[in-house]
């Protein structure tokens, strides 16, 4: 069994500009030491827009690209939606009822706010916070036991789905120009190693 400790990793990789999933000497995104953000703020994180005025915001748009079944509306005019299946993948839990669904940013606002999104203007901001390519249909417990936690302090409980959160996570970060930390991206390159031989990461401790 793999296992890992945050501060050891810490101390043993530095940053560097390009993340290797193999290597583990390489961490990705981009990792700088930047200016203290000023406090994260919600409100500022326009989400659940309707960008393409359907009538149908983001979260809605989610919820019926992600359920397994056709989903049914509340009325005639399709904006709400009112019955779909949706398996979470961070728990593998079956739900029903959409009231149940959380719509989770794989790289949470307030993760990217203080990873450099605090720069951003409202637009980008909004645009990254309705990004459908980050968002994910999951139960409310995957949901907010995550929080905005990165890698290095939370993982799925469902093991089968590990790799594949990391890569997506880094996959955002990257491509939406977020730093790491120093510590939490030695951490990620260690999982992503894990990864690349076969393995799953077991979940932080702590």
């Known amino acids: ?10 101390a043993g990789l530095a940053c560097a500009t390009t993340l290797d999933p193999v290597g583990a000497q390489e961490p990705s995104a981009q990792c700088a030491e930047e200016p203290a953000p000023p406090g994260y703020d919600r409100k500022l994180w326009r989400h659940w827009s309707d960008l393409d005025g359907d009538c149908q915001d983001t979260r ?4 019926i690209r992600e359920s397994e079944i056709p989903v049914t509306f509340e009325d005639d005019r399709e904006c709400r939606v009112a019955t779909g299946r949706w398996t979470g993948p961070y728990t593998g839990t079956v739900i029903e009822d959409p009231s149940k669904v959380d719509v989770d940013h794989l790289v949470a606002l307030q993760d990217a706010h203080v990873s450099g999104g605090w720069l951003w203007d409202d637009q980008r ?5 309705n990004d459908e390519r980050l968002l994910v249909a999951t139960s409310q417990y995957g949901n907010r036991s995550k929080g905005s936690r990165g890698p290095d302090e939370w993982l799925p409980p469902l093991e089968d789905y590990r790799c594949v959160y990391i890569e997506r996570w880094v996959a955002v970060k990257e491509s939406h120009g977020l730093s790491m930390a120093e510590g939490e991206a030695a951490v990620v390159a260690y999982m992503r190693k894990i990864c690349a031989d076969g393995g799953r990461p077991p979940l932080p401790q702590g």
């Open 125 to 129: 901001r909004e645009a990254y916070a």
């Open 60 to 63: 809605q748009e989610v919820l």
């Open 1 to 10: 069994m793999h296992r890992w400790t945050p501060v050891a990793l810490m």
